[in-house]
């Protein structure tokens, strides 16, 4: 229980929050020029130390330097100085002059995930609680899986709970916590949904943090979109507010591919794959058609990531529509001038869209225009059926008596529930054990998440505000347009 030696390392990790300094050394090569790096800004995340007295709180050895499994050696416990850089493409010609902290050659940085030395909780006193909350996403059953396993095996955790149906689940009156350990949770990553139950909504904060307290848990995992994270902060500022030994993790999930900083969210590789069988069966029956289009909505928000991975992988897709770009259906360089072309040439035409794609194209009722989920978000008209509705009146003016047909494809649910993919598990896994280490080390109210394919830590609140929208200016959009040949939807 060395607690002199986790003080310094704390106040270690202090001082480096501000700046690391210069990340490089000036070339020494007199033939070529001198290039110095940026300075790093080390983006600090909140640990227990933060607002709970250090003389309160003990630290243990973690237990892996006895688990059979391991072997620890020299680096294989993660330093506070291990840092993970947000961006890793530099520009050497910006790299003379003075630097400040708002300056953009300044780099963000995010402590490395992984095992700590010491940890804050002792295994044989951790009560931790797993929650999932908002929609279905392939991988969520692995991840709570993962969790329980990883708790267990890693670190002698024997008290997990899963709270079930949602927030809502924390102070529900009718669902007890389940009691989880690894011989109930084996087969569950071959499971689509979610075996805890999910729910929109629910969310009373003094009602959960009450919970919390009541039933002593001092780790508490969320998974969930990024709703379920802005609620996540709330908590975590709370139990801040109370002064309570407890840490909190969020796990981003989220099939759109919305959340910002990480480089992707779990689930979005399975979607992708699936979306595959939607898009090859409009190709089929669009080709098999007299005229025939193959119109396929895909998930997607307020970001087409589903709908531009899906076109890029498939090469069958002659149109994509997504929320980041506007596009117009009537007159010169519109969407029905290029499918009019498309038919002419091939006899046939698949065309994907993201549902949050158009929606201020389509007419709206006053009470459509204030609907809203369970969540708070406005409630989405049908895109799909929008546009199949509008290709049939644009073929039956201006080609009357002609063959036409339109199938539409909508396979949201058919998506988000079924189990994961290869690569979708092994990623889940990862986050998970992140997650794990980071809160034993004392570190809440972060989430765990790839940055440039190595695991960080990341302040919870940051990744609450953040986005992840399309950029239709580089060059995977273009090479989205290259494989499709459609306009960019630019009036002149």
Request: one cysteine or more; proline letters at 4%; aromatic letters at 8%.
């Amino acid at each position: 229980m060395a607690l002199s030696n986790s003080k310094r390392e704390v106040e270690e990790e202090a001082s480096n929050n501000n700046n690391l300094g210069t990340a490089g050394e000036p070339n020494r090569n007199t033939n070529s020029p001198s290039i110095s790096f940026s300075p790093v800004n080390l983006k600090k995340v909140p640990h227990l130390t933060d607002y709970l007295q250090l003389e309160n709180l003990k630290t243990y050895t973690n237990p892996l330097d006895q688990n059979r499994f391991f072997h620890p050696s020299q680096g294989f416990y993660v330093s506070p100085s291990d840092v993970i850089l947000r961006q890793i493409v530099y520009d050497l010609s910006s790299a003379c002059g003075a630097f400040s902290d708002s300056d953009p050659r300044v780099h963000v940085a995010y402590h490395r995930a992984g095992p700590r030395k010491q940890i804050f909780f002792e295994p044989k006193n951790t009560r931790a609680a797993i929650v999932t909350c908002g929609g279905l996403c392939p991988g969520l059953n692995t991840v709570i899986r993962e969790l329980v396993v990883g708790l267990w095996e890693l670190y002698g955790v024997r008290q997990i709970f899963g709270i079930q149906a949602g927030y809502r689940g924390f102070y529900s009156t009718t669902r007890n916590p389940l009691v989880l350990n690894p011989k109930m949770v084996r087969g569950w990553h071959k499971l689509g949904g979610t075996v805890l139950e999910t729910s929109r909504g629910g969310f009373d904060l003094h009602q959960i943090v009450d919970a919390i307290q009541t039933n002593a848990f001092n780790q508490v995992y969320i998974i969930g979109g990024d709703g379920t994270m802005r609620g996540a902060v709330e908590i975590f500022d709370e139990i801040q507010r109370r002064k309570l030994n407890v840490g909190v993790v969020g796990i981003p999930k989220t099939v759109d591919n919305d959340v910002g900083i990480i480089d992707r969210s779990f689930g979005f590789q399975t979607a992708v794959e699936m979306a595959q069988q939607a898009i090859n069966a409009a190709h089929v029956e669009a080709e098999s058609a007299v005229n025939g289009i193959g119109l396929v909505k895909l998930m997607g928000r307020s970001t087409g990531h589903i709908a531009l991975h899906a076109t890029l992988s498939s090469r069958d897709v002659d149109c994509c529509l997504i929320p980041e770009m506007e596009f117009y259906l009537e007159g010169k360089g519109g969407l029905f001038e290029f499918l009019d072309n498309r038919l002419k040439e091939n006899g046939h035409a698949v065309l994907v869209v993201a549902e949050g794609a158009g929606q201020n194209m389509i007419p709206r009722t006053a009470a459509q225009t204030e609907e809203r989920d369970e969540s708070g978000n406005l409630v989405f008209l049908d895109v799909g059926s929008w546009l199949k509705t509008e290709l049939k009146k644009w073929w039956a003016r201006d080609h009357p008596g002609e063959l036409f047909t339109v199938k539409y494809i909508d396979p949201t649910y058919m998506i988000r529930a079924v189990p994961a993919n290869a690569t979708d598990n092994l990623y889940c896994t990862l986050l998970a054990h992140s997650a794990i280490h980071g809160v034993m080390a004392g570190y809440t109210g972060f989430v765990s998440g790839p940055i440039n394919g190595n695991y960080a830590y990341i302040p919870l609140e940051d990744v609450a505000q953040a986005t992840n929208a399309v950029n239709t200016k580089d060059h995977k959009w273009a090479w989205v347009r290259t494989v499709t040949n459609q306009p960019d939807f630019v009036k002149s």
